[in-house]
Structure formats: C-alpha cells, structure tokens
C-alpha cells in the first residue's frame, strides 16, 4: 500500500499507509525484543544520515533502525563536511548519492529541504525534521506508542502542550492524530499558537487547567531556550508557572491518562521530574518504539519496484 | 478457469495421516513443536496440534512465524507483503521443529522461514509439512510430509482455502491469465 520512494511529511500521508506503518512496526518491534535483534532483510543496502542540525536521539535511533535492518550506515555530519568549505545542499546530496546511499535520511534547519532533495535524488529521502515544518517518524512513533497502550487512537483526547508554534513534532502530530480521529487540544500561550490552527477542528486552550481536563494522552513539547527573551513568553519561570506539568496538574486529566515528551525533556520547566519518572510516563517507551517505527518506514520504502 | 484438488474430507484425511506420519517419524512427541508460516501454515500447525493430542494425549506447543523480513523478492515486488505478527514463545534451541505451510512451491519461502528459526535459536532438527507440494523447486529443498503431490504448469496457481479464514475448506487449481503469469510464491 505504501507505494512511494520518500517519507516527507505526514500531510502526504493516507490512512491506510499510516496504519500500515503502524502494524508493519508491531512486527519489527517483536524483533526488537529477540536476543538477535536484527534481521537481513535490508542487506546490502546503504544508509546516510545527513543531518545539518545537531541530534543525538534522533540520528541514533535512526541508526539502529538502518542497523538492526542490516544496511551499512554512513553518518554524515556537517562540522566535518564540505559543506563549511561552501558546498550546496544539492551537491552534497548527489556526493552522498553517488557514495551508493539507498536511503537519505536528512535533518535540515529549512522548512521544505527533504522535499527538494527528494526531487533531485533517486535514493529514499526520509525527513527526520525539517525546520518547523515536519518530523514525521516522531509523529508515528507517538501513535504507535498510544495505540500500544490505548489499543485505538480514535476517540482519544490529546493535548500537546507547550511551543507548537515552532515545533515540527506537534505539527507532525496534529495532522497524524487528526488523520486517525483523535481529538486534539493545544494548549500554550497565545504567542505561541499559530493562527493557521483556527478551522482544522482543534480546540485551543490557553490555561493549563481548562485544557487538561479528561485528556486521555498529554504531549509535552520541550520549550526551546533559544526563544527566551525573543517575546514569545516572558521567561522560563513564568512558562513553567503557567504551562509546567505538575502533579497537580495532571491530576486533571483522566486516571489512567499517559503522558508523552519527545525529549531532550527541561526537567523542572515544562515537566516536573517525578512525572517524567512516574507511571504514567511512557517517555522511555517511545525511545524504544522510535526504532520499531523507523524500520517500519525503511521497510516499506525499499523494494519497491518502481 | 478453476478446478477443485481437495476437498474437506480430503484436508481432514491428510492432516490426520500426517500428523500419526509426525509421531511415528519422532518415536512420540519429546521436544516437539510446531511452527506454521503466516497464514495458511498457522492455521493447518494448530490443527495438527490438536490431532496430534487426540492421539498422543500431548499438548504440543504451536508457534507462527511471518517470513516478511527474510524474503529475497523485496527489489522485485510490486508492493511490501503485510508483516503480520510471529509469535514462538518457546526457546527454539533444541527443539525437534515442525514447520508448517499450505503450499511448497519454489522452497523460497521456506528458506526465508529456515532462516527465521535460526535467528531464534538453534533447533535439534527442522522437519517440513506441507498441504500441496506443487512442484518447480528454485532451490534444493523436500518436504518431509506432504498432503497431496500436484504437478501444476506456471500459468496455474493453487489456492488453500480454510475455514479459519472464513472461506470452506477446500484446495483450488487456477488458471492465470497470461499477464498474471508470476514467478515465485
């Protein structure tokens, strides 16, 4: 079903390719559990991670992924590559092409790059965050991770706290819960909530305690320290007054409410360390997950025959 | 174009003398399990499970493996095959497995299914049941029991139907159109 050369965003996704991923995971995620926990079904294929923005969770989990599937993995990183002596984005993606890359796995701080290069190169571009615009496998390891502990998505409260202005993961997760039937809130400061929201059939919310009311699944996003002081909130104090998830809070969501983060978490700011630790923290298991689902996604874009 | 093989007597027949075949071929069922390759294989591994304790009084552990990720064809199919789940929870190292299929046709899948096993273990012995062997082996592989031997030409395919999957029980030969025509499981 899944019949495309590229993972770029979850807005070109369908349904039944979403599912499909999401199923497709379960099955790598038995493989993750074995003592030989790599299969030889990608063999003798190439990957590059391509990543122009520093990442050490993402680029690693991909790596495993690109490992436990048995491709040779190349990390290209750019303080040591051509590209500070001048190189364009297309010359370095053909270099990496013509090394014998299979699958691109590429991190850019611009919106719309994975899109380009997926133009110009005949390997698989998989976007891993592309400025604010998308990262789609962290979206689709966050539905995996609450099907896993709901068993469906449709008709699940989520919110997703915190800065979805900027951040690429909440996009990803809106247009991926909202495909699925879940309900979504957002709930931030207003500063940092776009207007493009209005009309998708989300609820906004701008207190903590009006939004978290009877929510099934709580996303906190990681407030960015380098928006302080640009105007958005007033400082990171007064963001973790307002927008921190404290015990307190969360009590105001249903008992057996999961809360997620996408890490690198600011513990104490925008989540309270003993929730991050507690059991409603599914934090850890999303790592985990993360693997499953980006096998699941280089899986089904190898092979193809096109 | 469609001709009926096997019937559900015929099935039923088969999976009986097969499954009194596995007790003998093993001296009774010590370190036995079975291991039924998605789907077909699945269902057929746990009805002979269930013939093999009416006879021997034994429960006899059953396992499913889905060879998604072992195939050779992945460069050359029009569209990924559905990874459904394998479940063997039982340590395979020394184990006398009986690996189960509906169909033996090029042996593609069941080296794919060899593979798989080993990578959980290493097994005592792997022994293969199938339904319908039907011939054109692409590698050097044998069934240690068979249902039913059917010479097929490459223009015909056979289909398994099992009232696990909501169909009747009973084994078809089809007739493929030219542009059909496919080579491999």
């Given amino acids: 079903m899944v019949n495309r050369k590229d993972l770029l965003g979850i807005k070109e996704l369908s349904v ?3 599912n499909l991923i999401l199923d497709t995971a379960a099955g790598f995620k038995d493989v993750l559990g074995r003592d030989i ?19 050490t969770r993402t680029r690693t989990s991909f790596e495993l992924a690109a490992k436990r599937l048995s491709t040779d993995v190349i990390n290209f990183s750019v303080p040591t590559s051509s590209v500070v002596k001048g190189e364009s984005l297309i010359d370095t993606a053909l270099t990496v092409q013509a090394l014998g890359a299979d699958f691109i796995i590429i991190r850019h701080s611009s919106s719309g790059v994975p899109h380009l290069l997926s133009k110009k190169l005949r390997a698989s571009v998989i976007n891993a965050g592309d400025g604010t615009n998308e990262h789609p496998t962290q979206a689709l390891l966050d539905a995996f991770t609450i099907k896993e502990k709901k068993g469906e998505i449709e008709g699940l409260t989520v919110a997703i706290v915190g800065d979805i202005a900027h ?16 309900r979504v809130r957002l709930i931030g400061p207003s500063t940092l909530i776009p207007d493009e929201i209005e009309g998708m059939g989300i609820d906004v919310f701008h207190k903590m305690e009006d939004g978290l009311k009877n929510v099934d699944v709580l996303m906190m996003l990681r407030i960015q320290m380098e928006r302080q002081g640009k105007g958005f909130f007033p400082s990171t104090d007064e963001y973790s007054k307002n927008w921190g998830l404290t015990l307190e809070r969360l009590s105001l969501a249903k008992d057996d409410a999961i809360v997620m983060h996408p890490g690198p978490m600011n513990r104490g700011i925008e989540i309270a360390s003993e929730i991050a630790d507690g059991p409603k923290s599914v934090i850890l298991e999303q ?17 193809v025959k096109r | 174009m469609t001709k009926e093989l096997m019937n559900k007597n015929d099935i039923e027949r088969a999976l009986t003398r097969i499954a009194h075949e596995i007790i003998e071929k093993n001296k009774g069922t010590e370190k036995l399990c079975l291991v039924g390759i998605q789907r077909g294989g699945v269902h057929l591994a746990k009805r002979l499970a269930s013939k093999i304790k009416l006879i021997e009084k034994k429960d006899i552990p059953v396992g499913s493996l889905d060879i ?14 559905i990874v459904r789940r394998t479940e063997v929870p039982f340590e395979v190292t020394d184990l006398k497995i009986i690996l189960v299929d509906d169909v033996l046709f090029t042996g593609r899948s069941i080296r794919a299914a060899m593979d798989a096993l080993m990578d959980m273990g290493r097994p005592a012995i792997i022994q293969l049941v199938v339904l319908i062997d039907r011939g054109h082996r692409e590698l050097p592989i044998k069934s240690d029991y068979v249902g039913k031997n059917i010479p097929t030409s490459l223009s015909e395919t056979v289909e398994v139907n099992l009232v696990e999957e909501g169909l009747e029980d009973r084994v078809i030969l089809k007739k493929l159109e030219t542009e059909e025509v496919k080579h491999g499981e």
């Fill in chain 1, 16 to 18: 039944p390719e979403i």
């Fill in chain 1, 37 to 55: 926990k790599k299969v030889p079904t990608l063999r003798g294929k190439t990957t590059v991670n391509l990543f122009f923005e520093p990442s």
């Fill in chain 1, 167 to 182: 951040s690429r993961v909440a996009k990803s997760n809106i247009y991926c819960l909202t495909k699925l039937n879940a």
């Fill in chain 1, 287 to 303: 790592v985990t997950n993360g693997i499953a689902v980006r096998m699941a996604v280089m899986y089904l874009l190898a092979g």
């Fill in chain 2, 68 to 81: 998604a990720f072992y195939r050779d064809d992945l460069n050359i199919r029009k569209e990924q095959p």
